[in-house]
DNA sequence: CGGGCGGCCTGGAGGC
DNA sequence: TGCCTCCAGGCCGCCC
């Protein structure tokens, strides 16, 4: 599900109405989570706490708590957070639960289980297992094709994975990196020692236009993305390559490929990518 | 030692 | 209809 756009749209869609609530009460039904649920410090650290900012770093959305402590939830590929009257039935999968003194709770639903909830204390977040090794956020001003020149010196390998890679850049996935590559005009396999100052530009630019205008359309809605609201985004009809085998290419006319890379679907238009 | 791959999970889609 | 296989937006650890 989420890539940067679909967290930072959660993160907007949450600014308005969470911040100032206080939670009242933790409800854990599943620990077994990606990482075991650690439920005595989540309640210790949660209840009681009232919402003071919303923050994202890479696909993680920060919670920022009153005394010291931040909240941190990590959506996986079908974590999905949102906000409902505290009236609302249970749903299936709905395995961490936030009650709110507004009356409503924050529950988390995942399916797969890839997802994460833990706690820590604000002032230590970078230094965090989760947080020390992350690279650059794109969309911030240290960001650049100079940026990416210099992570790629001395690397080797195909430059999708490397732009996947999060001690390069973060909040990059398999969507975005498809269509920031055909935007680019660049070869998902393309080796990185094999491009040029003026190409890193693009990939730079690229990325950052394909994941504005994602946060713009409220994400992309394959399966299930939906904001805090259970507002789904509209993106997924703005993509050029993801999802579009066979299909002829927006730009050239050429068919849309799939390849298999490192596990994952890569979509590319063999007319445009070089 | 950097890069590639399997594994973690469940559910939906598509083939037979 | 039902069963089987494949596939999925992330990430970590193990392996070469």
């Known amino acids: 599900m989420p890539e940067l756009p679909e967290v930072e749209v959660l993160r907007r869609s949450l600014l308005s109405r969470l911040i100032g609530d206080r939670i009242t ?4 039904r599943t620990r077994a989570l990606r990482e075991p649920l650690d439920i005595a410090r989540l309640l210790r650290d949660c209840e009681g706490r009232r919402v003071l900012d919303l923050r994202r ?18 959506l996986g590929m079908s974590g999905r957070l949102t906000l409902v009257p505290s009236t609302e039935p249970e749903e299936p999968h709905e395995h961490v639960a936030f009650h709110l003194a507004s009356g409503r709770r924050l529950r988390l639903r995942d399916p797969r289980r890839f997802g994460h909830v833990f706690s820590l204390s604000t002032d230590t977040i970078e230094a965090d297992r989760h947080f020390a090794r992350l690279g650059v956020e794109p969309l911030s001003p240290g960001f650049g094709g100079a940026a990416l020149a210099a992570a790629a010196m001395g690397r080797r390998g195909p430059v999708k994975s490397f732009l996947m890679d999060a001690a390069v850049v973060v909040g990059v996935g398999n969507i975005y990196v498809a269509e920031a590559l055909h935007v680019a005009g660049v070869h998902p396999e393309r080796s990185v020692a094999r491009i040029s100052d003026a190409r890193w530009d693009r990939l730079a630019e690229a990325l950052q236009q394909v994941l504005t205008r994602a946060i713009e359309a409220g994400g992309t809605t394959l399966n299930d993305f939906a904001d805090a609201a259970g507002q789904a985004g509209y993106f997924q009809v703005s993509l050029a390559v993801y999802d579009r085998e066979r299909e002829p290419c927006l730009s050239c006319g050429r068919t849309i490929l799939r390849r298999i890379h490192a596990g994952r679907s890569t979509y590319y238009c063999p007319g445009c990518q070089h």
């Open 25 to 28: 009460g933790v409800a854990i």
């Open 57 to 74: 770093r890479a696909k993680y959305l920060l919670i920022d708590l009153d005394a010291g402590r931040t909240l941190v939830v990590h």
